[in-house]
């Protein structure tokens, strides 16, 4: 198992481009520790349009095109899917995540 790299509020304060080129140019999030827990991921916004286009179903992994125009709207739509999942008594993320993958495989 590869373990995703991972940064500091503090680190991104003092050396927010270093990080910043890192996720661009690793394609793979940086997971953003607060208080020795994950909070945010920073993501390449190509990777995130990546994982939209496989989350809405229009590719499969490994099949995306890094050359194609980012497709905003896409990636607009799965967040509000995600965001709905927010909250107490409003739906249940880890079974979310367990259907989506079963939807995509």
Same mark, same amino acid.
């Given at each position: @198992?590869?373990?995703?790299? %991972?940064? %500091? =509020?503090?680190? +991104?304060?003092?050396? /927010?481009?270093? *990080?910043?080129? /890192?996720?661009?140019?690793?394609?793979?999030? +940086?997971? =953003? @520790?607060?208080?020795?827990?994950?909070? *945010?991921?920073? =993501? !390449? =916004?190509?990777?995130? !349009?990546? @994982?939209?286009?496989?989350? &809405?179903?229009? *590719?499969? /992994?490994?099949?995306? !095109?890094?050359?194609?125009? +980012?497709?905003?709207?896409? +990636? $607009?739509?799965? $967040?509000?899917?995600?965001? &709905?999942?927010?909250?107490?008594?409003?739906?249940?993320? &880890?079974?979310? *995540?367990?259907? !989506?993958?079963?939807?995509?495989?």
């Amino acid at each position: @198992m590869i373990f995703p790299r %991972t940064t %500091t =509020v503090r680190e +991104i304060q003092r050396n /927010y481009k270093k *990080v910043f080129e /890192y996720a661009k140019r690793a394609k793979e999030p +940086i997971i =953003v @520790m607060k208080n020795n827990k994950p909070e *945010v991921a920073i =993501v !390449d =916004v190509r990777k995130l !349009d990546e @994982m939209a286009a496989i989350a &809405s179903g229009e *590719v499969k /992994y490994g099949q995306y !095109d890094q050359t194609q125009e +980012i497709n905003w709207e896409r +990636i $607009l739509e799965q $967040l509000k899917r995600i965001r &709905s999942f927010r909250g107490k008594g409003q739906g249940n993320l &880890s079974k979310f *995540v367990q259907e !989506d993958r079963l939807q995509h495989l």
